[in-house]
């Protein structure tokens, strides 16, 4: 598993996949979640995030950010998990100009 460069422990140190594994597997111990032919990691997690901002049409520059993605192209893996967000888009054409950017937020 990689870990981002930015995130350490309280002395500086960079964090390791050996002390982040212990914490994620009581988690998920507490919350019942069981895998026994695989093993869910942190990275896991961080896609089903991404995957649920796309899927709650949250614009696509805001999961960017959101993520910590340098790149928009990045980010638009997760676009095709949100293909109703696209239709909302085309319908604000649709609807009066005082309601197109609140819609849309």
Not at 66 to 91: D, F, I, N
Request: aromatic fraction near 4%.
């Amino acid at each position: 598993m990689r870990l981002r460069a930015d995130v350490w422990q309280e002395e500086g140190q960079p964090l390791t996949d050996g002390l982040m594994r212990r914490p994620l597997e009581r988690c998920l111990i507490r919350a019942n979640i069981t895998c026994e032919q695989c093993r869910i990691g942190w990275h896991d997690l961080r896609h089903t995030y991404g995957s649920h901002l796309a899927m709650r049409g949250i614009p696509l520059k805001f999961s960017q950010e959101l993520m910590g993605h340098a790149t928009l192209e990045k980010t638009m893996r997760y676009a095709h998990l949100s293909p109703e967000t696209k239709e909302r888009a085309v319908q604000q054409l649709d609807a009066p100009a005082s309601r197109n950017h609140t819609a849309l937020a």
